[in-house]
């Protein structure tokens, strides 16, 4: 064989390995997420021969199908659609739409994904017809009533979750739209139904609890003021801060007050436990600057902000901005200025400090099922990272459990349980404030994590508050979730 002939042949052989690899990854590697792709018309009209899975909470399908007399075979059916419709969206092929869990989850709901091909082969030996498998999501239906039925009638959302696993009990956001009515295959219905619901200044199509226009956590970033402070080993729960009854912020003549125009208690001076029972500002935007906003936001991305998180709905990262000037830093210590928050994110603050300041990773999904009740996939519990020692968390949960207990957020209280809470009431201008609670119980042993924000003042505009708005969700929302 001549040298050219020897060249070619070696060039020709790493092509055909080249070609070769090309197509094992598309094959192999990229199935999935080209099966998903919603441009691939041909995974779609497949999946309408496929009975789609059911979404399962507590033993209980929420969302299932039904065969239909249609060209899509089967008709997509929610349950309860007021109570569940922030968790499942919705599915319509006739629009070639999906949200919510039926997004996250389309290639196991629809048997079209890698975890089916076994399944697949079976349908075509036996001849039996194939379906979707079904998703078993970690809601509390009891938790999921309660925060649903609290929120009746207001602009808001409420996250509950396992401190200890991350797992969520509940997540609800209002006002909310009937998904049966945008699951319906008459594409004109469902595209007025569309039209109306984004017409709508409640912005029902927006999931508050994860995503949405995010708002200034207010009061309830105090936790991670605080946390800042006490990780820092500067500072404990009797370092004291001057106490007067406004604030001029650094390098500006603006000047900030506390919620009722006067000083933090009587004395001189006040510790930063005290002005976490009571709910001070001043306290805490002095203690900011003290500390740099570079230390509060190492924190802050401790506990999760400026990331988003897959539960496995997308959420909007918190925000906590880089480079800070000394008045933004002043009022970010209390929750104000460019700090904006989600209520997932506001509970995984309180969820880590549950836990001995380990926050652990958000998720919904129990498991895949197979039609012979068999476990596909099991998802399994993850760290996030640790935000504190267990020492810090302990520091900053007995000013939280003051607060619920004779403090600033009586109104979570619970006869029997040790709450640990802290209320937000963040400003927005000359807008009707935003209403906050965080927290969790019981304090000594955690069992829930939760974070509720109202928008709008909760229809009282700049008169209502957190705790006399938010805690009673938040305390609701406890209860069922401890049986009370």
Request: charged fraction near 15%.
């Amino acid at each position: 064989m001549t040298r050219e002939l020897r060249r070619l042949s070696i060039i020709m052989l790493f092509m055909f390995i080249a070609l070769f690899a090309a197509t094992s990854w598309i094959q192999v590697v990229e199935s999935d997420s080209l099966a998903q792709n919603p441009h691939n018309k041909r995974t779609r009209l497949d999946s309408f021969e496929i009975q789609r899975g059911a979404i399962i909470v507590d033993g209980a399908a929420i969302a299932s199908s039904t065969p239909s007399d249609d060209q899509y075979r089967f008709q997509r059916v929610y349950t309860d659609p007021a109570l569940w419709e922030t968790v499942t969206g919705y599915f319509n092929p006739a629009l070639g739409s999906t949200t919510g869990i039926e997004k996250a989850m389309n290639a196991d709901l629809s048997g079209t994904g890698s975890n089916a091909f076994f399944s697949e082969i079976e349908r075509i030996l036996s001849g039996q017809p194939q379906r979707g498998y079904s998703v078993e999501l970690s809601l509390n239906t009891a938790a999921q009533r309660a925060a649903a039925e609290a929120l009746d009638g207001l602009q808001g959302a409420v996250v509950a979750m396992d401190p200890k696993t991350g797992r969520i009990l509940a997540m609800v956001s209002t006002p909310g739209f009937d998904t049966n009515l945008m699951a319906t295959h008459d594409a004109n219905a469902a595209n007025a139904t569309y039209d109306q619901l984004v017409a709508d200044p409640g912005k029902p199509l927006s999931n508050r609890a994860i995503a949405g226009d995010l708002n200034p956590p207010g009061s309830t970033f105090k936790l991670v003021t605080a946390a800042a402070a006490y990780a820092s080993g500067e500072w404990t729960p009797e370092s004291t801060l001057p106490n007067p009854a406004l604030y001029t912020l650094p390098g500006s003549s603006n000047r900030v007050s506390n919620a009722w125009g006067g000083t933090c208690g009587p004395g001189a001076t006040v510790t930063i436990a005290e002005a976490i029972r009571l709910s001070c500002n001043i306290p805490m935007a002095e203690l900011a600057v003290e500390l740099g906003d570079d230390a509060i936001r190492e924190m802050a991305e401790k506990f999760g902000f400026n990331r988003s998180f897959d539960t496995p709905l997308a959420s909007t990262p918190s925000s906590y901005p880089r480079a800070l000037d000394d008045a933004q830093t002043a009022l970010s210590g209390f929750g104000q200025g460019q700090v904006t928050a989600t209520p997932l994110q506001m509970a995984m603050v309180s969820a880590g400090i549950a836990n001995d300041g380990v926050v652990m990773n958000p998720q919904m999904v129990d498991a895949v099922i197979g039609n012979d009740l068999s476990v596909i996939k099991a998802f399994q519990n993850s760290e996030f990272g640790r935000a504190m020692e267990a020492d810090v968390a302990n520091e900053i949960t007995s000013a939280m459990v003051a607060s619920v207990s004779n403090g600033a957020a009586q109104g979570a209280r619970i006869d029997g349980v040790d709450v640990a809470g802290k209320t937000g009431t963040a400003e927005n201008g000359n807008r009707p404030h935003t209403l906050w609670f965080t927290g969790f119980a019981p304090a000594d042993d955690p069992s829930v994590a939760v974070a509720v924000v109202v928008e709008n003042g909760g229809g009282q505009g700049q008169s209502g508050s957190g705790d006399t708005i938010a805690a009673p969700i938040a305390k609701k929302v406890i209860e069922a979730v401890l049986g009370r």
